[in-house]
């Protein structure tokens, strides 16, 4: 006969609204790792692609890059690298600053992004397409609270007029 162990208790709310946030990125992201592995990115790869397709034909600066990406990137360079390798971005030094980077998506990158779109939406749809338009407002809403007292004052992640064009 199984003993069945007694559950794991939470020290507070806070806590609880944290392991319940920690648990939901969880199960989330393996729906994404799941997608994103048969095209062999990484979701930060791919974040980093669609924010050099919205300014294509112009380029952005690799800091720019990390300031946009949805996580902190500790290694932008190795993640370039790797999109570079597989000819899905260019890079080039401005010629008035050589210590500055500019990146660019190809064509081949463009065309990747193209041939995903139908499976991110269907992803999307699958992670929380059962939550009402408005449950989804106010999530957004809630997780924006959340953690505006932690995000970096640089960062355009507080947008105030409700767009998500950057989310993945």
């Known amino acids: 006969m199984k003993t069945q162990l007694p559950r794991p208790t939470v020290d507070s709310p806070a806590q609880e609204v944290y392991l319940h946030?920690?648990?939901?990125?969880?199960?989330l992201r393996a729906i994404e790792d799941e997608l994103f592995g048969r095209y062999d990115l990484s979701a930060q790869q791919y974040n980093a692609l669609r924010l050099l397709s919205v300014v294509a034909p112009a380029g952005?600066?690799?800091m720019e890059i990390g300031r946009q990406l949805i996580s902190r990137m500790p290694d932008m360079t190795r993640l370039l690298d790797r999109l570079e390798k597989r000819g899905l971005i260019s890079r080039a030094r401005l010629a008035e600053n050589r210590r500055v980077v500019e990146v660019f998506i190809t064509d081949a990158g463009q065309q990747l992004l193209s041939k995903m779109s139908k499976e991110v939406l269907e992803m999307h749809q699958r992670q929380l397409g059962h939550l009402s338009p408005n449950q989804q407002?106010?999530?957004v809403k809630l997780l924006k609270l959340a953690?505006?007292?932690?995000?970096?004052?640089?960062?355009?992640?507080?947008?105030?007029n409700g767009s998500t064009a950057n989310d993945q």
């Open 21 to 27: 946030l920690w648990r939901s990125y969880d199960r």
């Open 60 to 62: 952005m600066q690799t």
């Open 137 to 139: 407002k106010q999530l």
């Open 147 to 160: 953690r505006k007292p932690h995000e970096d004052t640089t960062c355009d992640w507080l947008d105030t």
